[in-house]
Structure formats: structure tokens, C-alpha cells
């Protein structure tokens, strides 16, 4: 086989790497579950005509089709970009079965077209949390699923600090109408750009593209220069002059989330009201989030989300929703990458029997097997070599223990401290810190 071509935005795990997004997505799932969210998987594709809904995705799809047609219906499908479209569909064939609100976890890889970049991928893995209501659904539920979210990756003691942006599509829309604004959504799109062009050409474009005065575009660029940790927030906005129903509403909501969030702060995680955040899918109707990490703000967003009025409908029923997304490989790749984190070892293997000779494999498979009805992971040395060699084999791959089978019985040897100590195979075990591969992380010692 000819020597294959890397493909970009594709990344793949080595053993080692590919433990610590196993570990990642297992603390995921344990926070989520902790908090009463069933666990989710559904298909990798669906019908195109779904998928091209969003508009603005209608080049990011990759179509899904054989080399030749068999002519059995498979053809108009694409991999999902996102877990939202084919959540909205499962909750639609599957409402009469479902208990109100519902509350679901979904940890998947998701598929997307666009260009590889830092942090950006074709193929990468996502966690999603979602509360979806019937009808109606309380607002409780936007304080709960950012209270979630910041105890989840709180949990992972690798990533540096970050801070969850926080604002409400009814305050700056509000904002922008009262201001007088003839498009508040224009407007909005607009504002989005703030992390990507600078302040002037912002104010250049709501002049130019949104219609607004050189005074509207000035309060808007103020609106969104507005930030904070606590509900101070509030009185900045009101002594920008603007009045209106909907940004009163926004107002209300907005501090109610910080507030809700304030007990689980600290100086590695902060959930902070952010004016500039506008998310500009137009599905959002209230709370918008994203989430950047501290020293690497150049990937962007790493978690994002926000309330939705209308997830899904059957044209009599409505179901509203709230939900925030984690970026798994987003955040994960550059920090594996940079070697800011890696496990311990690259197998699972606590234990290596070594090898005498070659005779005594039968004995040593007979001692691994003992081992590893106590729960050991254990392995058999490949071959009968010199023990300083044995236990290089194992010292390369982080295996924290090689057992001997001596005149006196079976020893086993910590090659990490020197010690050696004999042992009953069917009864010892390794200290619980050595059973498994653990995440060795420079941010968490330094967080230390």
C-alpha cells in the first residue's frame, strides 16, 4: 500500500491522546447525568431537505450518495453538520413518548464542510445539552442548563480558566427598536462581527448596511462595549437613555441567569453578562451564550447555545427550548497538540508479567489472567527478553508495574520507586491512582 495523504480537518487520536477525549467525554456524561439528562444518540444523516433549512449551511453538507445509484430511496441524505436538526426531528417522530420537559445529553461527531483552521474541523465530536418543553417551557431552565455547562467543564481540571458570555436576543433587540433601528435584526448580524472586524468598520457597516445614524451607531457600539460579572450591568444599560418593553424583558432575564450562576464562580470559572454577543442565527429568541477559553481566544467559541422558541412544531404543537453546545474537538485538539495535555501511558496496562523464557508464557498468561478477574488491565511480555529489558518495554509505555515469577512465587516490581514486594495474583491489586491511565495536564498544575 502506497504511503496515504493526510487529509486536513480530519484529526485523528493516537492510543494515549485518544484516551483523554475518552476521559473527557465520560466526566461529560457523568455531570450531565448527575443532573437528571438522558443520553441520546441519533442517526448520522438525514434528508436534505432538513439539512438545508439553515440556509447559511447550505455549502458546509456533505452529501451522502453511493457510486451508483441502487434506486432504493437512499439518495437526498447528508451527514448531520450539527446535533440540533436531528434532535428537532427526534423530538417531532417521537413527542408521544416523551415525558415534558424533556432533558437530553448527546455526545457525537458531527460533520461540516467548511475550511480547516485552528480549532476548526470537517469532522469533529460535540456535546450538547438540551431542555425542551411542550408549548411552554420556564425560563429556570436557561439559569439551569448554564449552571450545567459550567460544572461540566469546571470538571475538566486540564482546560484553563474560561469564561461563559452571556446575553439576551430580547435586550438588544429591544435596544436596537427603541433606538429607533428599522431592521433590529440586520443590526444584530452586524453586531456579531465584533470578534472578527474592528469597532470602526462595525460602526461603518450599521451606518451603511443596517440605515442607522452616526448617534445610533455610536449607542449601539456602546451597548456592546457593556460587561459584567455581576448585575452592575443593568444600570450601564439605562444610562444609555434607551427605553422599551423587550429591553426591559431582556434586562430581567439577563440578570437572572448571572445571578442564578454566581454560586459556582471562581477565578477559573466565570459566567459573565457580555453585550457584544449576539449569535447570529435568527432561531434564537432569548439567552445566547458562548464560551472562550483563557489563552486561547483565538479559537473563538468553544461552547455556545441559547434559548429557541420554536426547536420544532407539528404546526399544533410547539416546542420550545434551551440548549448550549460544548466543541469537544475544538478545544481539545490544540491542547493535545501543544502538549498541554496527554495521558500517563499510551496502553491501559498496569501490569506486565515479564518472561523468563519462552516456556513460561503459559504460567505468566495464567498470572495476567488472575490479575485481570480483580480488574487489572494486564499484558504478557511480547518475548522472553533480558529483564532490563522487559522492563524498558514497559517503562516506555508508562506501565507503572512489571511482575517477576521468582523461586518464592510471583513479585511484583514498582519500576517508577525501585520497590519489589511478593504478591497473591488472584487478591492484589494496584493502588486505585494506578489502575487506570491518568490525564497529565501543565494548565492544572498550574491552576494548582
Known amino acids: 500500500m502506497a504511503k496515504p495523504t493526510a487529509l486536513s480537518g480530519f484529526p485523528e487520536f493516537l492510543p494515549a491522546e485518544r484516551f483523554v477525549e475518552q476521559q473527557v467525554i465520560a466526566s461529560l456524561a457523568q455531570t450531565f447525568e448527575l443532573h437528571g439528562f438522558a443520553n441520546l444518540e441519533t442517526r448520522a444523516v438525514e434528508p436534505m431537505d432538513q439539512l438545508l433549512a439553515k440556509g447559511e449551511t ?36 417521537n413527542s408521544g413518548k416523551l415525558d415534558f420537559p424533556f432533558r437530553r445529553y448527546q455526545i457525537q461527531k458531527v460533520w461540516r464542510g467548511e475550511r480547516p483552521q485552528a480549532g476548526r474541523f470537517r469532522e469533529f465530536t460535540q456535546a450538547d445539552i438540551d431542555v425542551v418543553g411542550r408549548d411552554t417551557l420556564g425560563f429556570h ?12 467543564l469546571g470538571g475538566l481540571e486540564f482546560l484553563p480558566g474560561f469564561r461563559i458570555q452571556v446575553n439576551n436576543r430580547k435586550l438588544i433587540q429591544g435596544f436596537y427598536a427603541g433606538l429607533g433601528a428599522g431592521d433590529p435584526m440586520k443590526v444584530m448580524r452586524l453586531v456579531d462581527k465584533l470578534d472578527k472586524l474592528p469597532v470602526a468598520k462595525v460602526g461603518e457597516l450599521l451606518q451603511s448596511d443596517a440605515g442607522l445614524s452616526a448617534e445610533q451607531a455610536e449607542q449601539t457600539l456602546a451597548l456592546a462595549q457593556i460587561s459584567a460579572s455581576d448585575t452592575s450591568f443593568v444600570e450601564a444599560v439605562r444610562a444609555l437613555g434607551v427605553t422599551h418593553e423587550l429591553l426591559d424583558e431582556g434586562l430581567i432575564e439577563l440578570a437572572a441567569v448571572i445571578e442564578g450562576c454566581s454560586s459556582i464562580t471562581d477565578d477559573r470559572i466565570r459566567v459573565v453578562a457580555d453585550l457584544s454577543i449576539a449569535r447570529g442565527l435568527d432561531y434564537y429568541t432569548g439567552t445566547v451564550f458562548e464560551t472562550r477559553l483563557d489563552g486561547y481566544e483565538s479559537l473563538g467559541s468553544i461552547c455556545s447555545g441559547g434559548r429557541y422558541d420554536s426547536l420544532a412544531t407539528d404546526g399544533r404543537t410547539t416546542y420550545p427550548g434551551v440548549g448550549i453546545s460544548f466543541g469537544v474537538s475544538r478545544a481539545l485538539v490544540p491542547l493535545i497538540q501543544q502538549g498541554v495535555v496527554r495521558a500517563d501511558r499510551s496502553v491501559p496496562s498496569a501490569v506486565l508479567v515479564a518472561l523468563t523464557n519462552d516456556e513460561g508464557r503459559t504460567q505468566a498468561e495464567a498470572i495476567a489472567q488472575q490479575l485481570r478477574a480483580g480488574g487489572t488491565p494486564t499484558e504478557v511480555a511480547p518475548k522472553a527478553d533480558k529483564f532490563g529489558k522487559q522492563i524498558a518495554y514497559a517503562d516506555k509505555r508508562g506501565i507503572p508495574y512489571v511482575l517477576f515469577v521468582t523461586e518464592n512465587g510471583p513479585e511484583i516490581k514498582d519500576i517508577r520507586s525501585g520497590e519489589q514486594f511478593p504478591i497473591a495474583p488472584a487478591t492484589w491489586a494496584p493502588p486505585p491512582a494506578d489502575l487506570r491511565p491518568t490525564i497529565v495536564s501543565t494548565a492544572s498544575q498550574e491552576n494548582k
Open 58 to 93: 447550505s455549502k458546509e453538507v456533505y452529501v451522502l450518495k453511493r457510486l451508483q445509484d441502487s434506486g432504493d430511496g437512499d439518495s437526498g441524505m447528508g451527514l448531520h453538520f450539527d446535533l440540533t436538526v436531528p434532535f428537532a426531528r427526534f423530538i417531532l417522530e
Open 141 to 152: 431552565h436557561d439559569v439551569e442548563v448554564a449552571r450545567v455547562m459550567a460544572e461540566a
